[in-house]
């Protein structure tokens, strides 16, 4: 499988909520780095509790994939935008039912062996507050109508 | 700098090798704020973007989205002058052999002016960057896209509103 078939696929199963299936795509010990967050760790934990929370709280989750490259050391490079209603509770920010349509870039190194081995991620969280309400940065727990 | 998948040897295409030199170049012309020289290095339609910049109004929100010669000159000019230490350290680089560069950069500097709605209070940040480049097969940058986290650039900065 190719380095962009596999990119694809992980982007169908984030969509999906499908950890377990995206772990399937994954070296044992493949790594994530989800930048805004400041999440660095272990794609079997903190990869997968991560997307446990996406698909929770936004369950109509679209995933589209806008540009995506492979370059030379095998990295698929990809620009997508996740787009969904909020659901419930996500990254500390209190459910208002608000609209949620971001853009992100995610690189996926992936092996020779057709799996990927690091995950990193970068969006601006900013932009996730402000559409799901939030008006302060010492306050993201309290929202506006 | 850090080397991390910076690609050497007689397996780099010419093309691949062309762009991640467009691209050091531009971060070079970066880190000596020379403005002009990272214009010089797009071609004269090249495509800007910064995906986190927007500014909201009261009747519109304004997108850092356009061209390289006019909205990417003007936030960068505005950006050098907010920040008058600005540097930049390329941290990773990856191209293809269709041009495609993608580049993770530390961007960070001392504010001695207000920028946007981040009043200046003389703090020092230093901010992970993703930037993706399309080099043309004559050496010439033609679009920038760059990432980056607000939140992170604002908390460093004592700015706690999100707009």
Redesign the interface.
Known sequence: MSARSLAEKFFGRLQAGEVGDILDLMTPDATVSL??L?RHGPMVTDGAAYVRELARAFPDLLVRVR?L?????N?A?A?ITIDGTQADDFLAVANQEKHLEL???W?LKVTPADRISAV?A??????L??RLG?????KITITAG | MTTD?I?AGPD??PR?SGAAAAVRAFFDAYRVHDVERMVDLCTDGAGFRY??F?V?GRQRVLHGEGKVITVGKMIWTTLLDAFPDLTNAVTSL?????G???A?VGIGGTQARPFGIIACTGGHYEL???F?FHVTGDGLIDDI?A??????W??QLG?????
């Open positions: 930048v805004p400041n540009r490259f492979v370059t030379a050391d990295t490079v620009e853009d992100q870039a690189m990193t970068y969006w601006d969280q900013n932009q507050y402000r939030v008006k302060r940065l010492d | 998948a690609r780099v295409t691949e995906v986190p927007e909201w990856r191209a293809d052999e269709h495609n560069v993608a993770e992970p960057h993703l993706l896209v990432y980056w986290d607000n939140v992170d604002k908390r700015c706690l509103e999100v707009d």
